[in-house]
């Protein structure tokens, strides 16, 4: 028996060895050997993603020269963020087991009448070498597909002065300033 390449004919005589188990590794996926992106997949961010978005904030800290120092000496950020993550809103974009950017919210009842649940978006961000890739396109797409699906009636973005692009997408999507 032998193996056959791709798009090989064999004789009507040969038997093809067939292996009995393929599974393919995203770092062994043909589609990244041949130059093309894999999928960009978006998942809830778990405890152990904890360090990375401290970090990620951080450099949304920086990056923005209108925001304080939002982090203090990190105990309450890092208790914060654990919060978020177990009875909240955070979605993680990643690619090929990379993480690219994040988006979290805060999904509460409003406070003037409970039976409206909000969800109140804290952070939109996506690493600044992902930034041309679909990754934040495909957060914002979770976000809104997450809101419908849990009867969100009311939405909330902070626009930062310097984010031009975030403003348009936005009000490309129906949302009103």
Same mark, same amino acid.
């Given at each position: 028996?032998?193996?056959?390449? *791709?798009? @090989?004919?064999?004789?009507? !005589?040969?038997?093809?060895? *067939?292996?009995?188990?393929?599974? *393919?590794?995203?770092?062994?996926?043909? $589609? &990244?050997? &041949? %130059?093309?992106?894999?999928?960009? !997949? =978006? $998942?809830?961010? =778990?405890?152990?993603?904890?360090?990375?978005? #401290? %970090?990620?904030? $951080?450099?949304?800290?920086?990056?923005?020269?209108?925001?304080?120092? #939002?982090? %203090?000496? %990190? =105990? @309450?950020?890092?208790?914060g963020m654990l919060a978020m993550i177990d009875g909240h809103f955070v979605r993680i974009a990643e690619r090929d087991g990379l993480r690219m950017g994040f988006i979290s919210a805060y999904y509460v009842a409003h406070p003037w009448n409970s039976k409206i649940q909000m969800l109140l978006e804290t952070f939109w961000w996506v690493d600044e070498q992902y930034r041309r890739s679909s990754a934040a396109l495909r957060l914002l797409e979770e976000f809104i597909s997450w809101a419908r699906g849990n009867r969100v009636r009311w939405i909330t973005f902070s626009l930062i002065e310097n984010s031009p692009v975030n403003e348009r997408v936005l009000l490309n999507r129906g949302f009103v300033r």
């Open positions: 028996m032998r193996q056959a390449c *791709v798009g @090989e004919r064999l004789a009507d !005589t040969e038997k093809l060895a *067939v292996p009995q188990e393929i599974s *393919v590794s995203p770092s062994h996926d043909p $589609r &990244a050997t &041949a %130059g093309i992106p894999l999928p960009i !997949t =978006i $998942r809830q961010a =778990i405890p152990s993603d904890l360090d990375w978005l #401290l %970090g990620q904030l $951080r450099e949304f800290s920086q990056f923005n020269a209108t925001k304080h120092d #939002l982090f %203090g000496d %990190g =105990i @309450e950020a890092r208790a």
